[in-house]
């Protein structure tokens, strides 16, 4: 299963509109659709009560020691506080608000801006943040994950990579995206360090972040659920454990859109540095000099240190740290079909500008081709 099935289906919310009729008259019923605000301060409501009522595992993971490997093979699960089924006694999710810094499990809650003018909350519990990579959201994802509504009720679930990963974080509500809310809580993890295989050819993923997002239904489905499990304006959770990051180029210009956006937004100068209709990274000549971004960068790669080829991702990245030049980043380590590795880097020559150092693809006033 994937999240593909669960989009934002914006054609729909029209379909919806025109879809119920009056069998009186024959005139058609507008089937309105609530006000986003409205639904927002309702659903915080809903969050924050599910807060106060339910616990986690917290006893089956090792907050002395997050890195501990039993924590490798910890799986989530959210249950109701009540007497009636003997949990009373647990502390609920809603005390980890306010943690000291570094300390977990923590819960924090974002706001998020979709450009509707509504302040979304957005509630993370992380359970640990994870030891591999930062992820931005221009990034593809692997992800594992439970998707549920407030009663507990499973919608999706994924609980092997496959089919369908990584997800592309940046295409929200259209093929092959995920719910804004998604996005905005994997960001908030890092990626697993890497894994090992048990006898039985199944992975355990090591270091990897875990927690929980809980976001109100205007980062999920809002008026159109993907499954007849959510109801309209139902806030989602999802249990995530996060595993891997991958690189995207939508301008294959050879920088990483990650690289062209490092704070992820897409709304500042500095974002779209020609001020043309295309921000940085889905356009092919960023300072709009009439050089392509591809021709002011140069892209390199190697297949063996001058002499080995590279026989595991460790030693392809020992070579870069060892070798790399002061203007040339690291881009990905790729695995051939014959087991060695490739490593891919991008060369990004620079220039003073009132002392501060500024990549040529992003200053119009230097026009060098490079190879
Ligand atoms: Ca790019
Ligand atoms: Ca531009
Ligand atoms: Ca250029
Ligand atoms: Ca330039």
Do not use: W
Request: proline letters at 4%; hydrophobic letters at 35%; a negative charge.
């Amino acid at each position: 299963m994937n999240l593909r099935k669960f989009l934002i289906p914006i054609l729909s919310l029209f379909f919806i509109a025109f879809s119920c009729k009056d069998d009186d008259d024959g005139d058609i019923l507008v089937a309105e659709i609530r006000d986003s605000q409205e639904v927002s301060d309702e659903n915080d409501e809903e969050i924050l009560t599910y807060l106060d009522t339910h616990f986690f595992n917290y006893e089956d993971f090792d907050f002395a020691d997050a890195s501990n490997p039993a924590n490798d093979e910890f799986i989530i699960v959210l249950d109701t506080i009540s007497a009636i089924n003997g949990t009373q006694d647990k502390t609920p999710i809603s005390n980890y608000f306010n943690q000291a810094d570094g300390v977990y499990p923590r819960l924090e809650v974002k706001v998020v801006d979709i450009g509707d003018d509504v302040d979304y909350n957005l509630y993370t519990l992380k359970i640990r943040e994870g030891d591999g990579d930062s992820i931005n959201p221009l990034d593809l994802a692997a992800v594992l994950y439970e998707g549920m509504i407030l009663d507990g009720t499973v919608f999706d679930s994924q609980v092997s990579i496959g089919v369908g990963q990584p997800f592309s974080l940046t295409a929200v509500g259209t093929a092959g995206g995920v719910v804004s809310g998604f996005r905005e809580g994997i960001i908030e993890f890092k990626t697993s360090t890497g894994y090992t295989e048990n006898g039985d050819g199944s992975l355990v993923y090591n270091g990897h972040g875990i927690g929980t997002v809980i976001m109100p239904s205007g980062l999920g489905y809002f008026a159109s659920p993907a499954s007849t499990v959510i109801a309209q304006y139902n806030p989602l959770i999802f249990n995530l454990r996060v595993i891997s990051r991958s690189n995207t180029d939508y301008d294959l210009d050879g920088v990483p859109s990650h690289i062209e956006h490092p704070d992820g937004d897409i709304t500042g100068e500095e974002d779209n540095i020609d001020g043309d209709l295309l921000v940085n990274f889905i356009d092919n000549d960023d300072d709009g000099d009439g050089v392509l971004t591809r021709d002011e960068v140069q892209q390199k790669e190697y297949e063996d240190d001058g002499t080995n080829q590279f026989m595991t991702k460790a030693e392809a990245k020992a070579y870069f740290t060892a070798n790399a030049a002061a203007d040339e980043i690291f881009i990905s380590i790729e695995a051939e079909l014959d087991g060695t590795y490739t490593l891919h880097t991008l060369v990004v020559p620079s220039t003073m500008v009132n002392g501060v150092s500024v990549p040529n693809y992003l200053n119009s006033d230097i026009t060098i081709e490079l190879e």
